[in-house]
């Protein structure tokens, strides 16, 4: 199916009521990027999800079927808006086979001498490793981010066998599913997404582990050995509380999603519980560890 792409700029402030209401209007999707990449003007945008991004203004790609006419998608999300039609561009997109592509973007990823995280449609490089079977989804935690990375090498050193692990913010659950194979005796997922739960609970299975993983909102009488949470900063702030009261005297903790200029203010919400090991650090994203004191 050849599909019509739909290419415009606006002002940033108008932006996401338009995207929202070309989606009503019949938009198959919705992209939004700086209108000034790759110019001096372009502006990075580390920001927590729900952050507006900092671009004056922004290209918005709006895909649609090549039987929907796109000006008059347009203008019917214009008109929902109560905004002027502004001055766009057409393109279109060939028809291609999109799951072989997308497959094609994930092949295995080493993270460690022994340790590999291998799609369903790859056989693993290395049969004798520790290969955790994930295929790329709706949940976040795919093995590819710098943070996933970081927190698994950080279990592979730090467990011994035989530790309860929780794994806050769990995902894919890959984290949760890594310390089982690692030799955890149990591990828990937590996760604010039901959606992520039931990923996480699927990629268990497919990986032999018997993890449990439970929605945030379900009472959690656990007192950890070892903590994950590789969310974000602010809510690693906000979580600091609840990271602590479960995890055991002596325990450890690894706190990831954070950027490498966040990682003193993160630090600064645990103390003085928590006594912070040198943060280890990949493309601009830190994992801080410590032990419960």
Same mark, same amino acid.
């Given at each position: 199916? /050849?599909?019509?792409?739909?290419?415009?700029?606006?002002?940033?402030g108008e932006a996401d009521r338009l995207s929202d209401a070309l989606l009503e209007a019949g938009a198959l999707s919705v992209?939004?990027?700086?209108?000034?990449?790759?110019?001096?003007?372009?502006?990075?945008w580390p920001g927590e999800p729900g952050d507006p991004p900092p671009w004056p203004r922004v290209k918005l790609t709006a895909l649609s079927r090549t039987q929907d006419p796109p000006e008059r998608l347009l203008l019917r999300a214009c008109e929902a808006v109560g905004m002027p039609v502004p001055d766009f561009s057409l393109g279109s997109i060939p028809d291609q086979d999109w #799951?072989?592509?997308?497959?094609?973007?994930?092949?295995? !990823?080493?993270?460690?001498?022994?340790?590999? $995280?291998?799609? /369903?449609?790859?056989?693993?490089?290395?049969?004798?490793? !520790?290969?955790? !079977?994930?295929?790329?989804?709706?949940?976040?935690?795919?093995?590819?981010?710098?943070?996933?990375?970081?927190?698994?090498?950080?279990?592979?050193?730090?467990?011994?066998?035989?530790?309860? #692990?929780?794994?806050?913010?769990?995902?894919?659950g890959i984290l949760a599913i890594a310390a089982l194979r690692l030799g955890a005796r149990r591990a828990v997922g937590v996760d604010i997404d039901p959606g992520a739960v039931a990923v996480a609970r699927a990629n268990a299975?497919?990986?032999?582990?018997?993890?449990?993983?439970?929605?945030?909102?379900?009472?959690?009488?656990? /007192?950890?050995? #070892? $903590?994950?949470?590789? !969310?974000?900063?602010?809510?690693?702030?906000l979580l600091a509380p609840v990271l602590i009261s479960h995890c055991a005297r002596g325990g450890r903790l690894a706190l990831s999603g954070i950027l490498s200029g966040q990682a003193s203010e993160v630090e600064d919400c645990y103390a003085p519980f928590i006594a912070f090991a040198p943060p280890a650090e990949t493309q601009g994203w830190v994992c801080l560890s410590g032990v419960r004191q």
């Open positions: 199916m /050849t599909l019509t792409a739909l290419v415009l700029e606006l002002q940033a992209t939004c990027e700086d209108a000034g990449e790759g110019s001096t003007g372009e502006t990075a #799951v072989a592509n997308s497959r094609d973007q994930f092949g295995p !990823i080493r993270v460690s001498e022994r340790l590999w $995280i291998v799609p /369903t449609w790859h056989a693993p490089p290395d049969p004798d490793a !520790i290969n955790l !079977i994930l295929d790329p989804g709706l949940a976040f935690g795919t093995g590819s981010h710098p943070t996933t990375r970081l927190c698994l090498q950080w279990l592979e050193r730090t467990l011994a066998g035989g530790e309860t #692990v929780l794994d806050y913010g769990c995902g894919s299975e497919r990986n032999g582990v018997a993890g449990e993983f439970l929605d945030s909102r379900a009472p959690l009488a656990l /007192t950890a050995d #070892v $903590i994950v949470a590789n !969310i974000l900063a602010n809510p690693l702030k």
